[in-house]
């Protein structure tokens, strides 16, 4: 029988160390190479150096892996993050031996260039590799889905449609004689799982209609006992998409669900985080802001700011500050209404601004005096807010903390221009407050960048 510890040898530490051993093979080959062409002024490093780079390079994988299963994305972004956090890591190093050895570290300075090219790639490859050969321990996990109804269906398309590389599923186990239809699964029994410690499954995920009363307890638990992982499919959906599911979501699941949290020392770090960051993009962008209030009164007539009532924390209404984007009195005919695609209410310089979200600069005194957080829900307006919360009982809970300058359903989400993209955004805005923390309020910080660099979902 296969036992909690074996079983999570094999699922957790069996591909760290494997990925560990294929990176120091790359750098001995490196090494071997990178001596041969200096061969006058270097000679191959020692195994020890060798091991030395290769664990921080390897941590460095596996903690990209394990953050975008947490917060989703695809293997293009994991390898894109592998390749920018292992070139940062590895320059650093090399420039640092570098400075400090002269030209005795040439050749450290050289292998670790190299390496943060070469072990990113070398890694996929080696998954790629462990994915098509099905290598015990080190291929995609093998999921089986308990239920038969739309929610289980649902759910093995999207694993089947996004998350090939990381799980493979087996098969479901049947609710109450019903069959699920259109996914082309094979039924499965629990006496299938009687056998030897082989035939276990590394997760099971419940995906039922109706738990109370049809939910086998005895069998789950016997499951969990011999090492496999149980998991509902609001937990995995949440884990694997980055979002809070609320269609088929219960109030139960949040009260009972890992998250949620909050403490003094969190909110003392946050805020200070907010102020100290504030005061130093409100100094660094003044003459990118100066430029763009004189572009403003060029372009059209009007105040250069606008300012709107917003709902912020605990609902309490505030003041936004943005550079006036639109024509003067845009919403005088219309009332408050979405921005569209190509709305002829945008200025020229309008435009512009939002692309490049320059119109959103401003809001760093809204930061400063305490309205707004850097990263955090974006703040509605009164009269959506209204509407909305009637329209999910989840709506309210993304007062429970400060709106943000950006957030996680910014990076995550193109660009809300309806109620129903707002009840979208909702489940990304939950997702954040559920898992918030400094780690990834600099993630999507680093998000924020590239979508402000490419102009991605702006309008």
């Known amino acids: 029988m296969l036992s909690v510890r074996d079983h999570g040898l094999r699922t957790a530490v069996v591909p760290l160390m494997s990925e560990g051993l294929l990176t120091l093979i790359v750098l001995s080959v490196l090494s071997v190479m990178t001596a041969n062409l200096w061969a006058e002024i270097a000679s191959p490093l020692p195994i020890l ?99 038969a109804g739309a929610e289980a269906r649902d759910l093995y398309e999207f694993i089947d449609s996004h998350l090939d590389l990381d799980y493979r599923v087996l098969g479901f186990i049947p609710e109450n004689g019903r069959r699920l239809e259109g996914a082309g699964l094979p039924e499965l029994s629990w006496d299938v799982f009687a056998g030897p410690s082989g035939s276990l499954p590394d997760r099971v995920v419940v995906a039922l209609e109706e738990k109370r009363g049809r939910l086998p307890f005895e069998k789950l638990v016997e499951l969990r006992l011999r090492g496999v992982k149980i998991e509902e499919a609001t937990s995995f959906l949440e884990r694997t998409t980055g979002r809070i599911r609320v269609g088929t979501l219960l109030p139960s699941w949040l009260i009972f669900s890992d998250g949620f949290r909050t403490s003094a020392r969190r909110e003392v770090f946050k805020r200070t985080f907010d102020v100290v960051c504030a005061a130093v993009l409100l100094v660094l962008a003044f003459p990118l802001m100066a430029l763009a209030s004189a572009l403003i009164k060029l372009d059209s007539t009007g105040a250069i ?39 002829p209410r945008i200025t020229r310089v309008g435009r512009m601004m939002r692309k490049l979200r320059i119109d959103e600069l401003p809001q760093i005194v809204n930061v400063l005096r305490g309205d707004m957080s850097f990263v955090g829900p974006r703040p509605e307006r009164p009269f959506f807010d209204v509407d909305l919360r009637t329209r999910s009982y989840f709506y309210a809970l993304r007062t429970m903390v400060r709106p943000g300058l950006t957030g996680w359903a910014q990076v995550e989400y193109r660009y809300g221009a309806s109620e129903e993209d707002a009840l979208e955004k909702l489940e990304y805005d939950l997702f954040y407050i559920k898992n918030c923390s400094f780690l990834l309020d600099m993630w999507i910080i680093l998000k924020t960048i590239k979508v402000v660099l490419f102009a991605n979902g702006a309008r």
């Open 49 to 147: 150096e060798l091991v030395a780079i290769a664990i921080p390079l390897t941590i460095c994988l596996e903690i990209v892996r394990r953050t975008r299963r947490r917060l989703g994305g695809g293997v293009k972004q994991e390898i894109a993050l592998a390749g920018l956090m292992t070139f940062v890591l590895a320059n650093l190093a090399g420039i640092s031996y570098l400075a400090v050895h002269g030209s005795s570290g040439l050749l450290f300075a050289a292998l670790m260039v190299e390496s943060s090219i070469a072990v990113p790639v070398a890694a996929f490859a080696w998954r790629w590799v462990a994915l098509q050969c099905r290598l015990p321990g080190l291929c995609a996990e093998r999921v089986v889905l308990l239920g």
């Open 305 to 343: 700011f606008y300012r709107q009532r917003r709902v912020g924390r605990d609902g309490k209404m505030f003041t936004i500050l943005k550079f006036r984007s639109m024509i003067e009195n845009a919403e005088k005919d219309t009332g408050p209404a979405y921005a569209a695609a190509r709305d």
